[in-house]
């Protein structure tokens, strides 16, 4: 099914409002510096980690959603499961996501153009990085930076360094690119176009697409598995989600869903999450009102759990515990119990949430 | 086509074209057509609502565009060649034309005795019309084509998605004012038999005879001002206003104008459309945008209507990896076809008789209000099918 096809990010329509570095920052990969301290840093973050799991203590994240008609996120803490405080952002925000150093999150706000950046501790928007127009969903090389933001209305995947918010590239990709999903070794980031309904597979190193593998209609988010061995794809139109094998870049099973009482053409795929452990993925549903519960190795649905109204996207905690559901028409996360695979609460948030990131302590 | 064609390469930076060592192969090219039959329209009442010169073509051309960015990563080139049949032209000599051409997919932005012609000029030939603005109901029944497909939504279709509404809204008493154009008494057939399935009662039925003259002059609106609430005064109790005057005669002077406060719906005030300029809803602002900077204007119901017709040929390419004929044909028509159109739900093609199954907007001039199918109004299969002639009832035999 996939064809190869190779475009030279350097060659991309010229973009007069946009920042004059259309090239790899060369600076940028002789750093190495940088990728040692936050090599430390994650470590350090790990060891945190590994010493809460030894106490047994519940851990406190922080949780935080983006209120898409709202204009605002709201913070969640994960032990209370209490709105802790609301904060104004820019216009209809979507996709967001905390900086690998948990100090800031990163902010698609769509109508204006823009990802913010929001200072956690002095909850403040301190830059705006150049997304170009309508930035909807982004994802964080796991070094911490680049940044890899989709925009819809460009056809493009824009790269952008953290540290100097520069852009590094943009990458020509397939019509509505949305979902972005990297590799656990941070070689491989895939974005998906939701009319052309691919997943395109784009080298970090070069930004050169490798592969584009044709998925089902309006591909909407990836998620690679954290063996780095598959991508799950899903298409909100086709109602279907897509698990491509990063080897051969071939589909490899195509999952369907059926919810007794609900018409196919309601069972509408956006978030997906599958857990560290490779055992069970979570498929939020969207106007289904359900988030689908799949064992991950064979791809049977095994339940199907009923959640607020819309979901549109999903989170776990650091420890895999809890998973958060955005329901863009209830106004609400549901809180799912991983363990149990049960809806343990609902918290109500700002008008239409949508997106969902969470702190690692 | 020429521009399209230089667009496309613009788009192709020169390094890919060098780039890849393994020799690629001549892209595969599908030639789409689009042949419009220009009719005389009567100007319409508000200059809000003149047709721009290119309604249609240009939501055909942003198409061509989604589809051969897609085409970029498959090796495959579409391109349009445009055929504007004047006046009194000979539409079958156009499409004659683009046929030998190698065109076997040809959008057709003509009135039905128009598109019937052309249908039955290539039956048994390889060629795959797209009716894209037509909304007669006998073009899906007794008159319909094997070689048809229809994008454009008939009146049955849009009739039933504004009587959802209205229903769900609980008016359900209507008074029914229809123009004197067979057109007309058309689309007040379809609000009949839509107040039938959905239950809905037509207290009284007026007709507005035409009074012909300049529509638009620097005296008259006083004149308006006394005409309309005398027409509809002394009607039975009733909810709103059901408009059929698909000519734009008067349909636009009743609301704010009647005797009783009523909204008014049908042809004017509240409408059934597939599309409109400010839908936003799944995604449709990303469409709304690329269209707005590639045409300089909104994009109407005829523009997405072509953007479908357009992109289901692209959708059907790039899956079955053919420019044939046949495989394209046979994938659009098929049960694995699905296409995103930013309706919420994917859009495909009846089996019976070969209309686009897909939701319909409801809007005042400014904004959407709803899509119908309205929720609770069920159907066994697909809730979209409640919306114009389903299968059980069609009198199309393909």
């Not at chain 1, 979570?282 to 689908?292: D, E, I, Q, S």
């Not at chain 2, 229903?167 to 058309?186: C, M, N, T």
């Not at chain 2, 900077?293 to 899956?319: C, K, T, Y």
């Not at chain 2, 930013?342 to 199954?357: C, Y």
Request: charge should be negative; glycine fraction near 6%.
């Amino acid at each position: 099914m996939s064809t190869k096809t190779s475009i030279r990010s350097e060659s991309m329509r010229p973009r007069p409002s946009a920042n004059s570095s259309k090239r790899p920052n060369p600076e940028y990969k002789t750093k190495s510096w940088e990728y040692i301290v936050k090599t430390l840093s994650l470590l350090a973050v790990l060891v945190t980690t590994l010493f809460f799991y030894g106490t047994g203590g519940a851990d406190a994240y922080t949780v935080y959603v983006s209120n898409e008609k709202g204009n605002s996120l709201t913070v969640i803490d994960s032990e209370t499961l209490q709105v802790l405080t609301t904060i104004p952002v820019g216009q209809r925000p979507r996709g967001i996501m905390l900086t690998k150093d948990g100090k800031q999150v990163l902010i698609c706000a769509s109508d204006d153009d823009t990802v913010q950046v929001l200072d956690v501790a002095s909850r403040e928007i301190v830059a705006d990085l150049p997304s170009g127009p309508d930035p909807e969903l982004l994802n964080i090389h796991p070094s911490g930076s680049p940044v890899y933001i989709a925009n819809e209305d460009d056809n493009l995947l824009t790269i952008v360094d953290l540290e100097t918010t520069k852009v590094l590239a943009e990458v020509q990709v397939g019509v509505e690119p949305e979902g972005v999903g990297i590799s656990p070794d941070g070689k491989t980031v895939v974005v998906t176009s939701e009319t052309t309904n691919m997943a395109h597979f784009i080298d970090t190193e070069t930004f050169e697409i490798t592969d584009n593998v044709l998925v089902g209609a309006r591909p909407r988010f990836a998620e690679f598995t954290a063996d780095g061995k598959h991508l799950w794809v899903s298409s909100e139109v086709a109602g279907t989600v897509s698990v491509i094998d990063t080897a051969t870049r071939e589909v490899v099973k195509v999952i369907k869903f059926d919810v007794p009482g609900v018409q196919e053409i309601y069972l509408q795929p956006v978030g997906v999450r599958v857990t560290k452990d490779g055992t069970k993925a979570f498929v939020a549903l969207g106007p289904a009102n359900r988030v689908a519960v799949i064992d991950a190795k064979t791809y049977e649905v095994e339940d199907y759990l009923l959640v607020g109204k819309r979901v549109w996207q999903l989170a776990f905690t650091p420890d895999q515990k809890l998973l958060f559901a955005t329901n863009g028409n209830s106004n609400d996360v549901s809180v799912i119990d991983v363990p149990t695979l049960k809806v343990v609460k609902s918290i109500p948030t700002g008008t239409a949430p949508w997106g969902v990131t969470i702190s690692q302590d | 086509m020429l521009g399209c064609l230089g667009l496309f390469l613009g788009l192709l930076p020169p390094a890919a074209l060098a780039a890849p060592p393994t020799t690629k192969s001549e892209p595969t090219l599908v030639s789409i057509g689009y042949l419009k039959q220009e009719v005389d329209d009567a100007i319409p009442l508000s200059r809000l609502n003149v047709k721009p010169h290119d309604l249609g073509i240009a939501g055909a051309k942003i198409a061509l565009r989604d589809n051969n960015t897609t085409g970029m990563f498959t090796n495959q080139k579409f391109t349009l060649d445009v055929e504007r049949v004047p006046v009194g032209g000979d539409p079958v000599a156009a499409l004659n034309r683009l046929v030998d051409s190698g065109h076997q997919f040809v959008l057709v932005d003509a009135p039905a005795p128009v598109l019937l012609a052309l249908a039955d000029a290539v039956k048994g030939k390889e060629v795959l019309l797209f009716n894209v603005s037509a909304d007669d109901v006998r073009l899906r029944q007794e008159d319909c084509r094997v070689n048809v497909l229809h994008t454009a939504p008939d009146i049955a279709m849009l009739a039933d998605a504004l009587a959802q509404y209205l229903v769900w809204k609980k008016w359900q008493r209507w008074l029914v004012v229809s123009g004197v154009f067979p057109e007309d008494q058309a689309y007040r057939d379809a609000i009949r038999r839509a107040a039938k399935r959905f239950g809905a009662k037509i207290v009284d039925e007026r007709e507005y005879e035409e009074t012909p003259g300049a529509r638009r002059s620097d005296t008259g609106q006083q004149q308006i001002q006394q005409q309309l609430p005398v027409f509809t005064q002394a009607a039975p109790a009733y909810d709103v206003l059901i408009a059929a005057d698909q000519r734009e005669v008067f349909g636009p002077y009743l609301p704010f104008r009647t005797w009783d406060p009523r909204p008014v719906a049908g042809t004017a005030g509240l409408k059934a459309m597939s599309w409109h300029p400010a839908h936003e809803q799944w995604g449709a602002t990303q469409m709304q945008n690329r269209f707005q900077r590639f045409a300089n204007r909104f994009m109407l119901p005829r523009d997405h209507q072509a953007w479908i017709a357009v992109r289901a040929i692209g959708e059907a390419a790039s899956r079955t990896q053919s420019g044939d004929y046949g495989p394209i044909d046979a994938h659009i028509r098929g049960d694995s076809f699905e296409l995103a159109a930013f309706k919420g739900q994917k859009v495909t093609f009846r089996k019976w008789d070969g209309q686009l199954r897909q939701p319909i907007i409801i809007a005042g001039a400014e904004l959407p209000v709803s899509t119908s199918p309205q929720r609770g109004f069920l159907h066994e299969h697909e809730d979209v099918d409640t919306l114009g002639i389903d299968a059980p009832e069609t009198k199309c035999k393909l």
